[in-house]
């Protein structure tokens, strides 16, 4: 955070307007947007994993693009690349801006998947996601990480 200031005061600015001298809850969750967006813009740019490994079917080759890959074959992704890949992320991947999730103010409903999940701020609508399978700190899919965020689409 010190090598960010204007994030920094936002970040303070936001808990202080939220909570005030307070002590935080659970229920304070949902209406803390930006400590949020600093965590998923941390994991954009530093993934606590940097290559996901993928087995080919079992049973057949598979086409991927214009490459055939063998059967039983062991494919890693580059997540690093992924997470700065200008394609997803624009020409500013490179720059750590958590405004970038920051959903407040768009106009159309962001749309998630149902995870099931209950709990006070497990689907915020005030959180811009990225498109599915661009954003993968955890992996993603049925094999993904116990402690996965809540899975999203795009």
Known sequence: MALHPAVQETLVREIRETLGDRDPTYDDFPNLVYPLCIMFETLRLFPSVVAIPKLSPHKNELLIGKYWIPKNTTVRYDVVRLHRNRKYWGND???????RFDGRGIGERIVQLDTGDTAPGAANERIKL????????????????????????G
Request: with cysteine; charged share 15%; hydrophobic share 35%.
């Open 130 to 153: 990225p498109v599915k399978g661009s954003f993968v700190p955890f992996s993603e899919g049925l094999r993904s990480c116990l402690g996965n965020v809540p899975h999203f689409a």
């Open 93 to 99: 991947a490179e720059r750590f801006n958590p405004s």
